[in-house]
């Protein structure tokens, strides 16, 4: 009895060591739609009063659950009966990365009128005491959660690409440890970073004589010059994060680029001084490139097939 207790502990101390190990392997390669979700969720609440971001922000929390109480089951069932196709999604999930983070870069270099257009007018009809403010929530929350699904799904067929060697308790708890922990984490996070300028507002307005009341206040004004700044760097992160993992991921599903690759890091680790930084930034490096180049590719298809459909 003794002994079956002791075989059972150690069985379980095993898979938590798996679940561990994996679970941080997986947040590592997802932390690249971390910086994405969180620029695009704090931006689908600007704008709003500021009693209402965050009720906002619990109601998008929610709906991501609900996404990931559909994605996780959906992703286990596919490990289940048709496990060659993981590494086909991976690979999808990879291009679309590339092809998000050079949509983005297009948009910036040559400017986006539609969507310029699309926030005048949200600004405009959020000015006009006419308008329906709660109707405007229920979009924007909508919208939210639509594009919290798609991001979810890029996190799970991630995470499932990494565990996918796994036994089937091990999936089930790092594809449900990776769900949870990037739901509350991007939306603890969203619900602090639409709040900064509230905290900063506060603190820049706060009276009193003396340096504290004037260290406090000059902490304000530096917090209100630099929340839109992180909002613009959270998205630039996010970006080349999505190029580095994207590519990544295309690397290592094409043996005839990821093998050569592999072999050229042996060789920069052999160089004397600068061997290993050469070894893990090259690698980096090229994994960009592909996923610049495999970006552009997809997003020149996009555009070709929806000129054909406009013909």
Known sequence: MATSLLALLDDIAS??????LLTKVAARKTASVLGDDLAVNAEQVHGLRAERELPVVWAVFK???????????????????????IMPLLMLGGL??????????????HGNPKGETREAELEQALADP????????????AGAIRTDFILSAEIIVITLGTVEQAGFLTQVLVLAGIALLMT???????????????????????GGEGALASARRRLGEAILRAAPRLMKGLSIVG???????????LVHGLPIIGEPLHHL????????????????LVPLLINALIGILAGALVLSVVEAIGRLRRA
């Open 15 to 20: 898979v938590l060591d798996d679940v561990s």
């Open 63 to 85: 709906g991501s659950l609900r996404n990931k109480l559909i994605l996780v089951p959906a992703a286990l069932l596919i490990s289940a009966l048709a496990p060659w196709a």
């Open 96 to 109: 679309f990365l590339c092809y998000e983070g050079f949509e983005k870069v297009a948009h910036r270099l």
């Open 130 to 141: 006419a308008t329906d403010l709660a109707a405007v929530e229920r979009t924007r929350i």
């Open 184 to 206: 509350i984490g991007v939306y603890g996070l969203v619900a602090a970073i639409v709040k900064l300028d509230d905290a900063g507002l506060y603190l820049s307005r706060s």
């Open 239 to 249: 970006t080349i994060a999505m190029f580095l993992v994207g590519g990544g991921i």
């Open 265 to 280: 890091a042996e060789v920069l680790a052999g160089l004397p001084v600068l061997g290993a930084p050469l070894a893990t």
